[in-house]
């Protein structure tokens, strides 16, 4: 790959494992190249004041507020975390991107449009899958106190947007319901496979 970076991104609702499956895929990948794990929301300023004051508080803002805030978080992570280590030609992984807000704040009933506008200086991913699993599947999982945005209507209408890129080819869907190690086996396999026609 010489110093060609590629930015791969991991989607999918909480509860679905693609944070286990980002950390396999780096653990599987740095056998043959540098490696750098990241997530959304990023571990910036940004990021940590959606998580701490957002994500797990009662009170959710408008939507709108909501993609304004994740958009500058992505363009803070791409320009402190993202795009140096691209230019160092390493592989960057991250734990959600830009398809989590078309999701979640597309299902809050934002248009989709408008919330890739706000992200026109996002850096688009080299690929990007989507890690799929039931809603019902999912919030069962989750032992955790659940952020304002896991209940099972919302995780309904974000799996629904999720499979519509799929469907129009932008997200690579991978079946998330069988085992760890299956899903590991093919979230790699696919990597593996686009990384070679980088080389």
């Given at each position: 790959m010489g110093k060609r970076g590629a930015f791969i991104v991991i989607e999918g609702l909480d509860g679905s494992g693609k944070s286990t499956q980002a950390k396999m895929l780096a653990a599987a990948l740095r056998k043959e190249y540098d490696v750098v794990c990241t997530v959304e929301p990023s571990r910036g300023a940004i990021g940590r004041f959606i998580r701490n004051r957002i994500l797990f508080e009662r009170f959710?803002?408008?939507?709108?507020?909501?993609a304004l805030l994740f958009a500058a978080d992505r363009i803070d992570h791409?320009?402190?975390?993202?795009?140096?280590?691209?230019a160092e030609g390493r592989v960057v992984i991250s734990d959600r991107y830009l398809y989590s807000s078309l999701a979640y704040q597309g299902s809050a009933g934002l248009s989709l449009d408008w919330i890739q506008t706000i992200n026109v200086h996002s850096l688009k991913p080299d690929l990007a899958l989507f890690i799929d699993v039931?809603?019902?599947?999912?919030?069962g999982r989750l032992r955790r106190k659940k952020s304002v945005m896991e209940t099972l209507e919302i995780q309904?209408?974000?799996?629904?947007?999720?499979l519509r890129?799929?469907?129009?080819?932008?997200?690579?869907?991978?079946?998330?319901?069988?085992?760890?190690?299956?899903?590991?086996r093919e979230v790699l396999a696919v990597v593996c496979a686009f990384l070679k026609t980088r080389c």
């Open positions: 959710r803002p408008s939507a709108s507020v909501e791409v320009q402190r975390e993202v795009a140096p280590a691209l039931s809603p019902e599947v999912v919030l309904q209408k974000v799996r629904s947007i999720y890129y799929a469907e129009k080819g932008e997200l690579a869907k991978i079946e998330g319901g069988n085992s760890k190690k299956t899903v590991a």
